[in-house]
């Protein structure tokens, strides 16, 4: 959760209202609509009944539940034969589900990592 909290500074600094990536990506997580559709297809193999709208990306109590469910599918032990590392949120939130098979992205990485430092966690 605090890794979510990091990311929000991030992304828009709290700003529940902010858009970025012309007008793709908004919220204060700065959520794609494609983020929105991955989540509520897990949901929905669960049997969930509740799915996330588009307008969910503006509310932050909401954003960060889509965060997270987003993050328990695809940051795993599982896909990356290892424990997850802090990075690998950030990096997978920057750059999507593979991000793991992609170059990484140094620039949002050492965002991450002065964040991190900001808030007095050790970064890796």
């Known amino acids: 959760m605090q890794i979510i909290l990091l990311l929000i500074n991030i992304e828009s600094d709290g700003n529940t209202d902010a858009i ?12 794609h609509k494609c ?6 297809t897990f949901r929905a193999r669960k049997g969930k009944m509740k ?3 588009y307008d969910d ?22 896909r990356l034969d290892r424990q997850p590392l802090a990075k690998d949120y950030a990096l997978c939130w920057n750059q999507g589900p593979y ?4 170059e990484i992205n140094e620039s949002y ?14 970064t890796n």
Do not use: P
């Open 109 to 122: 990485l050492n965002k991450f990592n002065r964040e991190l430092k900001k808030n007095g966690f050790a």
């Open 57 to 78: 990306r503006y509310s932050m109590r909401e954003s960060i539940k889509i965060a997270w469910e987003y993050f328990t599918h695809y940051v795993t032990k599982e």
């Open 20 to 31: 970025g990536d012309n007008g793709e990506a908004v919220g204060c997580l700065q959520i």
């Open 99 to 102: 991000w793991f098979k992609k």
């Open 35 to 40: 983020v929105v559709d991955d989540v509520n």
């Open 51 to 53: 799915l996330y709208t």
